[in-house]
């Protein structure tokens, strides 16, 4: 057995001290980790594919809007919509723009967040069934953010949206135009 002395006595308490700060360290830092991935768990890992998603959304969007221009006859100084429409479509270049800056963080979707419980099955249903909700979705977004920065979207926009339309004598569908944007990317 160790006689107990100073120098002893000094070093166990040395050790426990450097141990327990040490321990502190590392838990600090497994927490801050640990958040780290939390608060990013739902999002995608690719921040290339999201700023590719957004980018065909708004290319879609801006197709439409195109759409929704050319069936208007005349102008008109006292009609609103001429107007609109051109905030519309300007704000939707400028989110483009922005998306297409490799150093610009893109912004979330409401699809971020809830595509688990979107892409996988439920209640006796496949993926596969819900792909018509999923779509639903999208479109909803695209909506929704022109409307949470108050842009007024009249019906005429809204159906080419959710509806589709046609030019020059194709079917366009607003689905099908992001999809074919995504590739593109």
């Not at 308490?13 to 801050?32: A, E, I, M, P, T």
């Not at 708004?58 to 759409?67: C, M, Q, T």
């Not at 893109?106 to 792909?131: H, M, Q």
């Amino acid at each position: 057995m160790e006689p107990i002395t100073a120098a002893w006595m000094m070093g166990t308490l040395l050790s426990g001290w450097v141990g327990n700060r040490g321990d502190f360290y590392l838990c600090k830092g497994f927490n801050k980790i640990h958040k780290r991935i939390s608060e990013n768990a739902n999002e995608p890992a690719n921040n290339h594919i999201r700023r590719a998603i957004r980018k065909s959304y708004l290319k879609a969007a801006l197709l439409a809007v195109d759409h929704v221009q050319e069936q208007r006859t005349r102008f008109s100084l006292t009609n609103r919509n001429w107007y609109n429409l051109n905030e519309i479509k300007n704000y939707i270049k400028d989110q483009i723009e922005n998306t297409s800056q490799a150093d610009q963080y893109v912004r979330t979707s409401i699809l971020d967040g809830a595509y688990r419980d979107i892409l996988f099955p439920k209640e006796n249903t496949t993926a596969g069934e819900r792909r018509p909700e999923l779509i639903q979705k999208l479109k909803d977004s695209i909506i929704n953010e022109l409307e949470t920065n108050r842009l007024r979207i009249e019906s005429a926009l809204r159906n080419c949206i959710y509806d589709g339309w046609e030019a020059s004598g194709k079917e366009m569908d607003f689905y099908k135009l992001i999809c074919a944007f995504f590739t593109q990317e």
